[in-house]
């Protein structure tokens, strides 16, 4: 019955910790659901063998010790995984939430292993409502920074595009222009970096972008 119960312990951890995986998988984040299953299967099985793998040993020698001695380690452990999907690009931290998933999958993870299987299951519910929710609410009045490349023959169409994507609202947080060519046939090269509020445009500056006359963009993400 114990060998089952065990069994039922790891199957749950790591199916609730795939359900959050599947979520960042549809998001198309850095970790998904592997990585997610994996954590929390894992997670689980320390949390078996902190309270159990060691009992046959502690009993014949006359030995007590703190059950949670491995699984402790699980907390600092999980931040080593979380810390690879972080990046820091162009001055925007990204993946912050996805690490935070990590790390409350692998709580839950221990929380099965202990046996608090409704606890495990409320933290799960309770986790895929916030992250949920919080993409929602982020689409709809969150804001999104770009960068963006483009270049063009005339200083003039440089001044449009900065004109006509402010009347968008969006904000130029950096700008840089240099010019390349010759005084005949001079060339103008812009990199800058948008905020744009989310419910306005989406991923829909690219076209926005390539909308504009006598401007060709290089990059845009």
Known sequence: ?????????????????????????????????????????GSTLFMLVSQYGFSDVLSAAGIGLDPSRVAAQVV??????????????RNVVRGLTTAAGLWATAAIGLTIGGGLWWLGVVATVLVLIGLELTHFLTVRIGRRSWHVRFSSSSSDAVALVMTRLREHGAEVESYHMTRHGNDATPTFVVEMDLEVRRNRYRDGLPSLMADMEGVVVELVE
Do not use: N, P, W
Request: glycine share 18%; with cysteine; aromatic share 10%.
């Open 76 to 89: 600092s452990g999980i931040g080593f995984i979380g810390a690879g999907t972080i990046i820091f690009q």
């Open 1 to 41: 019955m114990m060998t089952i119960d065990f069994l039922l312990r790891i199957v749950c951890g790591g199916l609730l910790g795939g359900l959050i995986g599947l979520e960042r998988e549809y998001r198309a984040k850095e970790a998904g659901f592997r990585t997610h299953f994996l954590v929390a299967l």
